[in-house]
């Protein structure tokens, strides 16, 4: 069985800094993208940022502030979260090969 399990999220003040980790089990996902996506209140799911071995994409929204990394051999994958604004707000959610996790919230306050 599949399961993603995200961590991290939590209540921070903007300019602040996060570190969320999700972590894969079931299933070697060494040769999949991995990503993260977030949706904020009374907004769409959009997509954050994702992984294959070294290449990375990013929302424009998040670049130079955001960056992902991975550990294939904790088939894990983390998103380190600088300056955070209040627009980031919301519940962020580890994908992989149309798996979901669960989300982990983030809040940043004024």
């Known amino acids: 069985q599949v399961q993603l399990v995200e961590s991290g999220g939590g209540l921070v003040q903007a300019g602040g800094s996060l570190r969320l980790s999700c972590v894969a089990s079931g299933r070697d996902f060494t040769w999949s993208e991995m990503g993260w996506y977030r949706q904020a209140p009374w907004k769409e799911r959009e997509f954050v940022a994702s992984i294959k071995f070294d290449s990375t994409n990013y929302a424009n929204s998040v670049k130079g502030r955001f960056t992902i990394s991975r550990d294939l051999i904790k088939n894990a994958v983390y998103l380190q979260m600088n300056t955070l604004r209040l627009e980031d707000t919301a519940i962020y959610y580890c994908?992989?090969?149309?798996?979901w996790g669960q989300g982990t919230q983030v809040t940043v306050s004024s």
């Open positions: 994908q992989t090969s149309g798996y």
